[in-house]
């Protein structure tokens, strides 16, 4: 079904017309397939990548999500090998008695969230052990840490709103994907998220204080896959994004989270910036297919690949 979409695209686009809400644009299925096949080329044998994070298991699993959201038979199909492979190194990586994936609280959430996407639809019987183990990993570091959410590592006394919002989103998969969450442990994250938010809509680090737009879309973006599509917080934090436009620090990570937050909340909004960032990215991808930036080139290729895989919409936490 997805090559009829972009065979579609391929020929909208000769036509001069614009594309229909479900066609994937030509340009995005040729920079995506690139930036794929930039990730296999440089993917170690034992299914980690060696560049910056790429040992890590939270980068392999962006990397893993980035694969799965492309929609190819994850068993099968032409990316199952590096997949599985992906998979293998971060259940190599998980401790058996506590469930952590390790590294640091940020590898072990986008570990997790690979984990939890990748569950129901890869045949390996050990996903969803694994998975319940991460989830009890993050549900145990939420009740020793006096603000009920997370930090560096699941000791931390204190929290922010980006390692938070991994293991939120991470949680949220996980339930999404069948495994029993403690709604408490939901409601807990939420609370801290909305403890982070200013009068403005927008949310800071460790506070209300200082807000900018890649935390805000992160908070958006746990919003609604709580099912907060109706709050006020949710839609002040869309109002904040709607008035964005401050070039972030770390673009990549920033694309990861701002495509998600604008197409939960405003399809029109979205469509325009999803526009805008991807003549962006088809002027930073490199000969190679890859991109480059902080956090190392398989971090920066998987990220900016997943702001392009809301086109997609293989991936069960994209779905409105």
Not at 49 to 57: F, I, L, Q, V
Not at 138 to 166: E, L
Not at 181 to 193: D, I, L, N, S
Not at 242 to 271: I, K, N
């Amino acid at each position: 079904m997805r090559w009829c979409w972009v065979a579609v695209a391929m020929m909208t686009c000769v036509a001069g017309l614009a594309p229909a809400e479900d066609v994937v644009p030509a340009a995005v299925e040729a920079m995506y397939v690139r930036g794929l096949e930039s990730l296999v080329k440089s993917q170690q044998g034992a299914g980690n990548w060696t560049d910056g994070e790429g040992s890590g298991p939270g980068v392999v699993g962006v990397a893993v999500l980035a694969m799965l959201a492309h929609g190819e038979d994850p068993n099968d199909g032409l990316y199952s090998v590096p997949i599985k492979r992906g998979l293998n190194f971060i259940l190599g990586k998980q401790d058996a008695q506590s469930g952590y994936i390790g590294g640091t609280m940020y590898h072990h959430g986008f570990a997790t969230l690979a984990l939890a996407e990748a569950y129901g639809a890869v045949e390996d019987e050990r996903l969803g052990p694994a998975l319940k183990r991460a989830v009890g990993l993050i549900v145990a570091a939420q009740a020793r840490n006096s603000q009920g959410a997370w930090r560096y590592t699941p000791g931390s006394p204190d929290a922010d709103t980006t390692v938070s919002g991994a293991q939120m989103v991470a949680l949220l998969a996980a339930r999404n994907a069948g495994i029993a969450v403690p709604e408490e442990a939901v409601q807990k994250g939420m609370k801290f998220f909305l403890s982070c938010q200013s009068e403005d809509g927008g949310l800071g680090y460790t506070g209300p204080g200082d807000p900018n737009d890649t935390r805000t879309a992160i908070g958006a973006v746990v919003f609604a896959l709580a099912r907060q599509k109706e709050a006020r917080s949710f839609r002040a934090a869309l109002g904040y994004l709607r008035g964005s436009g401050a070039p972030a620090a770390h673009p990549y990570y920033h694309e990861y989270y701002m495509a998600q937050a604008l197409f939960h909340g405003d399809t029109e909004l979205w469509r325009l910036w999803s526009a805008t960032n991807t003549r962006r990215l088809a002027a930073a991808q490199l000969a190679n297919g890859s991109w480059e930036g902080a956090g190392g080139s398989t971090f920066c290729t998987s990220a900016a690949l997943l702001s392009l895989a809301v086109n997609y919409r293989f991936l069960p936490i994209y779905e409105r």
